[in-house]
C-alpha cells in the first residue's frame, strides 16, 4: 500500500530496428529510445478520459486511443490509452 501522496512509475520498451513498442505507467514515466537515433525520451504527464499527454524530447503532444501524432520527427501511435498509462508504438 502506497502512501498518501506517493506514486510509482514504470516502463517498458522493446526496440527492433527502428520501431520500438513502449509502456509507461504513471505520471512522469519515461522512456528513453537510444535505438531511434538522437537518444530521444518519451515522457508520460498523463492520462484520462481516453486521451494521453505526453512530452516527446521537448515537444508536447496529446493523443487518443488508435491516434497516431507526429513529434520531435518520429511517429506515435498510442495503441492503448487507460488511467494514468499509455502503450505506443515509436517510429523513428
Known amino acids: 500500500m502506497l502512501a498518501g501522496g506517493c506514486s ?15 509502456s509507461l505507467n504513471g505520471d512522469g514515466a519515461e522512456a528513453d529510445l537510444d535505438t531511434l537515433g538522437g537518444e530521444p525520451t518519451v515522457t508520460l504527464e498523463g492520462a484520462s478520459d481516453g486521451t494521453a499527454e505526453l512530452t516527446v524530447d521537448g515537444d508536447d503532444v496529446s493523443c ?3 491516434e497516431t501524432v507526429e513529434a ?5 501511435e498510442c495503441t492503448k490509452v487507460g488511467d494514468d498509462e499509455v502503450d505506443l508504438q515509436v517510429t523513428g
Open 8 to 22: 510509482v512509475t514504470t516502463n517498458t520498451s522493446k526496440c527492433v530496428n527502428d520501431e520500438c513498442e513502449v
Open 64 to 66: 487518443r486511443e488508435g
Open 72 to 76: 520531435a520527427g518520429l511517429s506515435i
